[in-house]
């Protein structure tokens, strides 16, 4: 999607840390999300922020936001070869009945 | 319980034919989307039902595109006349009332030769 803009490529070593990078342009937008698909599988929701946090933390995975540049970040810690996959950012805007608009991924190689 | 299925998973025709895409949304969901994703690219929104009615369909690219959602259940995806530009994977998500969670399928995978 034109609006969320990511890199397109990521290679890490297994135990290192990951930071997956996007940017947005839509100052209206109210959630952001991170989703991987895995070949062959659908989209699996890994974590969302509300655009009036800045950071959220799951296990693993962190997320931080910086609204004012419209940049968003998913930090993976020691990752694992599981890990390697597609990873899309992705945003709704309010009042838009939650439609998603995704960017167009970044896919993640995870070298043992 | 049982995730969102999709049928077929994948479906290959000719240029020209008519084809039809199902999706069964998660039991209870109220809103359901389609997603169309081609090759190497992101998903991009298609349309969106919540209960029978379609919400916005503003991402359908022309006419020859159509979904209902005649039950508030299960939806189809009705493309006429199939051009090779409309091979992709076609989405379908659903999420429940106020929640922002979307649940995808599998997808169907569609080839226009």
């Known amino acids: 999607g034109e609006d969320v803009e990511q890199s397109l490529f990521l290679s890490v070593r297994e135990g290192d840390s990951s930071v997956i990078n996007c940017t947005y342009t839509d100052s209206s937008s109210t959630y952001l999300y991170w989703y991987k698909q895995e070949p062959g599988a659908g989209l699996q929701l890994l974590t969302y922020i509300f655009s009036n946090m800045d950071m959220k933390q799951d296990q693993r995975l962190t997320v931080l936001l910086n609204k004012k540049d419209k940049h968003l970040s998913l930090r993976i810690a020691d990752t694992q070869t599981g890990d390697s996959a597609i990873y899309f950012c992705?945003?709704?805007?309010?009042?838009?009945?939650?439609?998603?608009?995704f960017g167009g991924g970044t896919r993640l190689m995870v070298k043992p | 319980g049982a995730g969102v299925s999709q049928t077929p998973s994948n479906k290959v025709t000719e240029k020209g034919k008519y084809v039809e895409l199902r999706c069964d949304p998660i039991?209870?969901?109220?809103?359901l989307y389609w997603y169309r994703q081609s090759l190497g690219q992101g998903p991009e929104f298609l349309i969106y039902?919540?209960?029978?009615?379609?919400?916005?369909d503003s991402g359908l690219p022309n006419d020859r595109f159509f979904a209902v959602r005649p039950e508030g259940s299960v939806s189809t995806l009705k493309i006429q006349r199939t051009e090779r530009g409309d091979s992709a994977v076609y989405l379908c998500a659903s999420s429940s009332t106020g929640s922002r969670e979307q649940f995808f399928g599998p997808g169907t995978r569609l080839t226009v030769l």
């Open positions: 992705a945003e709704s805007k309010r009042d838009a009945g939650n439609m998603l608009t």
């Open positions: 039902f919540q209960g029978t009615g379609a919400a916005d």
């Open positions: 039991s209870g969901h109220t809103a």
